[in-house]
Structure formats: structure tokens, C-alpha cells
């Protein structure tokens, strides 16, 4: 069974859910957006990537990219299927039009986006990253720079990466060797030679445009040791003249690519940098704020990767589940067949519903977090709205990207489960899904990490004031729907969050270990109550639909009724994280390390 766009759900999500077309009414980008527009653009989009993204998934996967001496090949039919991309606009949907884009609202780019990695992951990867170098650049790149680059970029012809982790510091950037020195021999203001290695690199080189753009963090010579001491640079591939034509080869190579569990066509990197030349796009020392425009653009993206695998997975799943006659079913199905389909029997209905509410409900989250991007990036929004869409992005941000990233392994288990012994064979296609969605767990920061993120720097360090926004939203749903049964259970959860948030709070008053302890179980704990937010929201569209006399009553009447499986059979989850937070750091610190096996 081939993946198939799910345009049914992503128009109830636009349109009921979060009513995008009155969103885009209020700033001049979303203007132009009118619903025949946004029908049109789904629609193609989801053209290309049935045709031709999802029939190069698997090839991607068993072909792999070949390195030979620096230079890489991507997987029959990926080059091919760039170039369709460049040639029809795509690259260019969201891009700023002073330098060539459609200036089309962040939003619409994410769903699309969502639509590439549910095709081909790997594929997606290379417009993915080239994205969150374009903002970086635009962001914060003198004029000068944005001139040469920009425009090559925006076409898709250059692509770009980002270049942080090196062999010896993973997500402790503070530790990079990577340095820049002035180049004395430039004519160029902020011109340097850049020398270090990075590794883990995706789409660090590849045959698929003619330049690429490595974003990369280094050291000034006069850098303060830690994070506070990295600056932000650009360094192609290609040197590029003032004129906008490349150049001679710049010195910096490939000297491998990965081996990896999954996404094999994707080229994941070491590059190495001698004496690079590269360009400063942040202030000296102010690297690591530049890079945010990067990375924070890049955990949304990731936490599509894992729910774009939830609904792959669970297509593929319902679809063989429906075909499949195992046991016979009470009551029969079919009296004249041996046995029924397994679809009929409650375990499998709980694997696929599990599927569904995850990758229904971070469709929501994400697409949600799109329209949170398009405020904070419009200038026809007031202060007050910019700020407490940061202040949900900031919060929502690691939520979506942890939560997803982690439910994905059950929901891609599960797609392989239903299967049963079919689903560990390559051919069906649900193993793969579980090794490309398994590196969602760890691009952009651990879900360790993640939680720490919001615990930490987010929520106690601010003192909860930047959870105000997205409860005060939350808060007034709830009251407008207060009869809603839904909305009735989500006032509790919304008690526990707060108060809980509170407990950690005063625990790591005492022992700052205990946010460390507590991070993953309240990240999780966050992540549930969240998308139960959403179906809530979900559930009231629904509902308001079948009382306006719905065309397809089915469709709603699906949508209560998962709805009320998350809050049935999911959410009794957070109260298995509640406990484990509440009981605190102690048992995990109790042993000595030496002591932790006898072997």
C-alpha cells in the first residue's frame, strides 16, 4: 500500500479546526492566500509527492548514497526528482520576494513539508535544511551577503546545511574547536578561513545543485571559552563571485558519509574545513543566537519527521488490516469466510486508534505551531500578539519535537505489529518506517534534552509567565465549551499541568537535580495533555459540523469517536509520568556509577 495525502483531514484541520482561512485574513502574506489558492497548491503538492517522492522512498532506502573521494551520488531518481521540484516553484512557496520567493506564509511551506517526509524522509531532507539556512541568511546576514546568496538559494539551484556537532561535543556546543581567523587576503569585510571537522552532517554533500551553503558554528580568535564564545558563519562549497557566478572549489570536502540504521538517502557527513573561506553572519561571539533561527525552524521540522511516520504508518497498517482474515470476529463479519478481517478483533483496534489519534493530533499540534510562526514573522499583527505567539512557540516548540519524535517509535512498532510476521519483511515497507523515524529522537537535541529546554530555560527560569499565553488560551476554550464533555475532562488535566509545574518548581528549590530527573516524564506529561487540547478542539468542529447536517456525517462521527479514545484509553498515561516526576531524583542517584553492573 502506497502513502496517500491525507487532504480530507489537513482540510479539516485548515479550515474547522484552526480556521486558517480567517487567520490569513489578518496579514498581507496570508492575503493572498485565498482558499481556491490553498486547495490548488495542496493539491499539487500532493501530486509530486505520490508521483514522484513516495516510489523513490524505497529505492532511497535499499540503494543508499555512494561516496567516492569526496564526492557523493544520491539514489536513483532523487537528482531527477530535485530538479521537478526546482523547475515547478517549489523550493521558492515561502521564500521572501525581494530575492525571488512566493512569499507564501510559513504555514503553507509546513504542510507541504509534512506531505515530503511522509513521502520520502530522506528526499525531504535536502529542501528541508535548505529552508532553515535561507532564514538564517535572511535573518541575519549583512545586505551584501543576502544579494550574492540569497536568490540561488530561494531557487533551490544551492542548497543548504547546518554544520554544528563535531566528533568530540555532541549537544555541548560549548566544547567546538571549529575556528575562523580574519582572511588577510580577502578584499571583503567579514571574510575568514575557517579549519575544524563536522560530523553527522546532513546533506553535507550531494549531486543534486550546483553549490551548497554550509551554516557553521567556530571560534573568533579572541573567542571567550563555552558558549558564549561561537560565532555563526557561511562557507560554500563553491566560492561565489560579486557577481553572483561560482567560483573556484572552496576548501572544503566530504571525508565520508554515514553509515546509518535508517534514511539512507540522505547523505549524513563528516566535512572537514582547511582553511575554508567563509563569511561572519552574526555578530562576533552572538553565534549561537543566530543559529536559534536555524534550529528552532528545524524541531518543528523534526517533529513532522515523527508524526509524518505515525500516519505512513498507520495507512499502511489500516490498509493491510482490512485485508487480512485471521480468527473470526464476535459478532462474524463474514459467515461464508474461514476467518475474518483483523481489523474486527479490539487489539488491533487499539494499535491502528493509537496510530490515528497520535498522527491526527500532531497534525493539529504542528499546523497549529505554523500559524504561531506566521504571527511572530508578521509585522501586521500587533506586539502583544508577536509576543505570546514566541511565548507559544517557545513552549510548543520542544512539546512537539519531543513528544512526537519519542510517540513515533510506538506508532511505527505498532504499524509493524499489526503485520505480525510480515511487518519485520522489507517489502511491506513498516521496518523502514521504524528505522527513519528513530533519528527524530535525536536531531536537534535528545528528548532529554527537549525537556530540559522547557522545564528549565523555558518555564521555571521565566517562572511560568511563557506559559501564560497558550493556557490563557487553552483556559478560554474550556469555558466557551464548558458543557463539552471533552473540554469538561481537559479542565483537570490543565489543574494537574499547572499544579505539577508548580511541585517541580519548589523540588528543584532544593535540588536542582530534580528538573534534570523530572524533564522527559513532564515533556511527555506536556505532549499528551497537549494534543488532548487539540482533539477536544477536534471534537467540538466535529460535533458543530453534524449539527449543521454534514454532507459526510462518517467523517465527524470519527472524529468524536477518536477523540474520545485519546481521552479513554491514552490519557490515563500522564498519570504513570505525574507519579514518576513526584517521586523525585533520589532512586536514580542511589547507586555509584562503578556499581551500576558486575560483570
Given at each position: 500500500m502506497n502513502y496517500k495525502v491525507p487532504l480530507k483531514d489537513i482540510r479539516f484541520v485548515t479550515n474547522e479546526v484552526l480556521d486558517m482561512p480567517g487567520h490569513y485574513s489578518q496579514f498581507t502574506k496570508g492575503k493572498a492566500v485565498d482558499p481556491d489558492t490553498l486547495e490548488a497548491i495542496y493539491e499539487e503538492a500532493a501530486k509530486f509527492c505520490e508521483n514522484e517522492l513516495e516510489p523513490l522512498n524505497q529505492?532511497?532506502?535499499?540503494?543508499?548514497?555512494?561516496?567516492?573521494?569526496?564526492?557523493v551520488t544520491t539514489p536513483k531518481g532523487f537528482k531527477e526528482a530535485y530538479a521537478s521540484f526546482v523547475e515547478n516553484g517549489w523550493p521558492s512557496l515561502c521564500g521572501p520576494e525581494e530575492f525571488g520567493g512566493q512569499n507564501m506564509p510559513e504555514s503553507v511551506g509546513l504542510v507541504m513539508m509534512e506531505m515530503m517526509i511522509a513521502s520520502n524522509h530522506s528526499w525531504s531532507m535536502y529542501p528541508g535544511?535548505?529552508?532553515?539556512?535561507?532564514?538564517?541568511?535572511?535573518?541575519?546576514?549583512?545586505?551584501?551577503?543576502?544579494?550574492?546568496f540569497m536568490p540561488p538559494m530561494v531557487a533551490g539551484n544551492w542548497t543548504g546545511t547546518m554544520c554544528l556537532?563535531?566528533?568530540?561535543?555532541?549537544?555541548?556546543?560549548?566544547?567546538?574547536?571549529?575556528?575562523?581567523?580574519?582572511?588577510?587576503?580577502?578584499?571583503?569585510?567579514?571574510?575568514y578561513k575557517l579549519s575544524g571537522s563536522k560530523i553527522f552532517i546532513s546533506s553535507g554533500e550531494h549531486d543534486m545543485a550546483d553549490n551548497i551553503v554550509h551554516i557553521v558554528l567556530a571560534r573568533l580568535p579572541d573567542a571567550p571559552v563555552g558558549i558564549k564564545g561561537i560565532s555563526l558563519f557561511l562557507v560554500p562549497k563553491f566560492l561565489v563571485n560579486e557577481d553572483g557566478s561560482l567560483g573556484e572549489r572552496n576548501t572544503v570536502a566530504c571525508g565520508s558519509i554515514e553509515e546509518k540504521m535508517g534514511i539512507h538517502g540522505n547523505s549524513t557527513c563528516v566535512i572537514n574545513f582547511d582553511e575554508a573561506k567563509g563569511y561572519l553572519i552574526s555578530e562576533p561571539h552572538k553565534g549561537?543566537?543566530?543559529?536559534?533561527t536555524f534550529i528552532n525552524e528545524s524541531r518543528l521540522g523534526v517533529a513532522m519527521h515523527g508524526q509524518a511516520h505515525s500516519e505512513v504508518s498507520f495507512q499502511k497498517a489500516l490498509a493491510y488490516a482490512k485485508d487480512r482474515l485471521q480468527f473470526r470476529a464476535h459478532p462474524r463479519v463474514d459467515e461464508s469466510k474461514a476467518a475474518d478481517p483483523i481489523i474486527s478483533h479490539p487489539d488491533v483496534r487499539r494499535m491502528l486508534l493509537t496510530q490515528k489519534s497520535i498522527a491526527e493530533g500532531g497534525r493539529m499540534l504542528n499546523m497549529f505551531c505554523g500559524q504561531q510562526v506566521d504571527i511572530t514573522l508578521s509585522p501586521d499583527f500587533s506586539d502583544e500578539q508577536r509576543e505570546d505567539a514566541e511565548s507559544m512557540l517557545a513552549v510548543l516548540t520542544p512539546i512537539a519535537k519531543g513528544f512526537l519524535s519519542e510517540t513515533s517509535m510506538e506508532t511505527t512498532n505498532y504499524g509493524i505489529q499489526v503485520l505480525g510476521g510480515h511487518g519485520f519483511i522489507k517489502e511491506w515497507g513498516l521496518e523502514q518506517e521504524v528505522r527513519d523515524a528513530r533519528i527524530s529522537q535525536l536531531y536537534e537535541g535528545t528528548t532529554g534534552i527537549q525537556g530540559l529546554d522547557l522545564l528549565g530555560r523555558k518555564i521555571l527560569k521565566s517562572r511560568g509567565k511563557v506559559m501564560k499565553p497558550l493556557m490563557a488560551k487553552v483556559q478560554a476554550f474550556i469555558k466557551e465549551n464548558k458543557r463539552n464533555k471533552f473540554a469538561k475532562e481537559l479542565k483537570g488535566y490543565i489543574s494537574t499541568w499547572e499544579s505539577l509545574t508548580r511541585s517541580v518548581g519548589f523540588?528543584?528549590?532544593?535540588?536542582?537535580?530534580?528538573v534534570n530527573a523530572a524533564a522527559v516524564d513532564y515533556l511527555m506529561f506536556c505532549g499528551y495533555v497537549t494534543v488532548a487540547y487539540?482533539?477536544?478542539?477536534?471534537?467540538?468542529?466535529?460535533?458543530?459540523?453534524?449539527?449543521?447536517?454534514?454532507?459526510?456525517?462518517?467523517?465527524?462521527?470519527?472524529?468524536?469517536?477518536?477523540?474520545d479514545f485519546y481521552y479513554q484509553r491514552i490519557m490515563p498515561r500522564v498519570l504513570a509520568h505525574e507519579a514518576a516526576i513526584k517521586n523525585g531524583v533520589d532512586t536514580m542517584m542511589a547507586i555509584d556509577a562503578e556499581n551500576f553492573a558486575f560483570l
Open positions: 529505492i532511497g532506502d535499499e540503494e543508499g548514497c555512494k561516496f567516492d573521494n569526496g564526492e535544511l535548505s529552508s532553515g539556512a535561507i532564514k538564517t541568511v535572511h535573518t541575519h546576514a549583512p545586505q551584501a551577503l543576502k544579494e550574492r556537532t563535531e566528533p568530540h561535543c555532541g549537544s555541548d556546543l560549548g566544547l567546538l574547536k571549529t575556528f575562523a581567523v580574519p582572511d588577510a587576503e580577502a578584499s571583503e569585510d567579514g571574510a549561537m543566537r543566530a543559529m536559534f523540588s528543584a528549590m532544593r535540588n536542582t537535580d530534580e487539540f482533539w477536544a478542539e477536534a471534537a467540538v468542529a466535529a460535533e458543530k459540523a453534524l449539527g449543521n447536517g454534514a454532507s459526510e456525517p462518517e467523517f465527524y462521527k470519527t472524529k468524536v469517536a477518536t477523540a
